[in-house]
């Protein structure tokens, strides 16, 4: 039987005039993401994106899995296509969902009827098909408030026959709302940011900042594959990885400890602008999230801010961290982030940061040294390459 994956398109269909600019980028993304798995073909029509495999091993679990994590999908189905002629569309449908229908004790069938030349109207459909079943199951009853399986049928430019969908990844297209530059660290609150950026369709590149030998190897790793997993939800991710033991070694030498970490914030927000310039990316991405801890306050975020040219943005500001843990939990990023490696942030660490620094004591501070060549050099060595989903 021929099957074919049905994405129902999310926010999109709300959209007025840009529409088409938000269907494109769409599905220039699906097609990016399922290009691995083999060919396909695609269509659109009623607010529906069609993916029909055109090779015959093409694993179609394995393109479901990718499409749910499309942003700008709101469902997705796994259907039977056959003709809209009724004797093929019974058939199909006690063929293709045969083990469905045996395990359960009741059903209902729901049908959408887009093509109204078809002669049946959607009561009638679910009339005929729900007797045709109950003939060939005749263990099942019919329950049209809780249903264990209900059969869907769609009537369009040809019969879909499917069990129901299942929730896509919601938002919209990534690319439709331009780049942003994602400070990712290794911990759980980062990753949850760009896939929340992400999801409002920004292109999310992400920095890093690496203190070797004070952070480990192990460490960076364990942050490639955080953005790796990110890949899943927000495309391949441009990554750069700063070296900044020199700086923060300097910082440690030079300025007053109690403001340590919110000159780090500072600086490192300086070389992360530098590099946005470069690539045209306008926006800066934290984790950051009110009050979580002492440079998470109000007064730390404003004097971060002041050394920033470009709007930050820090999607988890009004998130508890339990709330923050259950999405972590959902896009698969969990289980690396509680990995126990070192983050350039924890080296050095004041015993008694202020959590309430005056922003004219920290410019002072910052004036007292040099940093500028220690920053141009810091840009100038950083590397850059590209993490795809694996
Ligand atoms: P996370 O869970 O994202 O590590 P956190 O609660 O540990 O956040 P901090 O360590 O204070 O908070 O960092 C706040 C934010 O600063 C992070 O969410 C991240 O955006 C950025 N950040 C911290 N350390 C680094 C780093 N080594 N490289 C890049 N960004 C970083
Ligand atoms: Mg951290």
Not at 371 to 377: G, M, R
Request: hydrophobic share 45%; with cysteine; proline share 5%.
């Amino acid at each position: 039987m021929k099957e074919i994956i049905l994405a129902k398109f999310g926010e999109i269909v709300l959209k007025g005039l840009n529409k088409n600019t938000f269907e494109a980028q769409l599905l220039r993304n699906v097609k990016r993401r399922l290009k691995p798995l083999g060919k396909f073909d695609f269509w659109k029509a009623q607010s529906t994106l069609y993916i029909k495999p055109l090779d015959e091993d093409i694993d179609i679990d394995g393109a479901i899995d990718k499409v749910k994590k499309i942003f700008g999908i709101a469902k997705v189905a796994r259907a039977v296509a056959v003709a809209k002629d009724w004797n093929a569309i019974t058939q199909a449908a006690t063929d293709y969902l045969e083990d469905q229908l045996t395990c359960a004790n009741s059903f209902k069938v729901q049908a959408k009827r887009a093509d109204k030349k078809f002669p049946m109207g959607s009561p009638e459909i679910c009339m005929q098909l729900g007797g045709a079943i109950l003939e060939k199951f005749p263990h099942l009853t019919v329950d049209v408030h809780n249903p264990d399986l209900v059969v869907n049928v769609e009537i369009r430019e040809d019969a879909f026959i499917h069990a129901g969908a299942e929730d896509g990844a919601g938002g919209i297209p990534v690319g439709t709302s331009g780049k942003a530059m994602l400070l990712l660290s290794g911990g759980i609150d980062s990753p949850v940011a760009g896939y929340m950026m992400a999801k409002r369709g920004v292109a999310v590149s992400a920095i890093h900042f690496e203190s070797p030998p004070y952070t480990s190897e192990r460490a960076r790793l364990k942050v490639e594959k955080l953005a790796s997993l990110m890949a899943h939800y927000c495309g391949a991710i441009n990554f750069h990885c700063v070296p900044f033991t020199e700086i923060q070694e300097v910082l440690r030498d030079n300025a007053p400890e109690e403001l340590f970490t919110i000159l780090m914030r500072r600086l490192m927000m300086e070389v992360a602008q530098r590099i946005c310039d470069k690539e045209e990316i306008s926006a800066l991405v934290t984790g950051e999230s009110l009050g979580q801890v002492a440079s998470q306050t109000m007064a730390a975020m404003v004097c971060t801010d002041n050394a920033c040219r470009m709007p930050v943005f820090r999607p988890l500001i009004g998130m508890d961290k339990s709330e923050i843990v259950a999405i972590s939990r959902k896009i698969n990023t969990f289980e690396t982030s509680i990995e126990p490696y070192e983050d350039c942030c924890t080296v050095f660490t004041p015993k008694h940061p202020k959590t309430r620094p005056v922003l004219s004591d920290v410019i002072a501070a910052q004036q007292a040294f040099d940093y500028e060549p220690l920053i141009q050099k810091a840009v100038e060595n950083t590397k850059i390459y590209t993490l795809n989903a694996f």
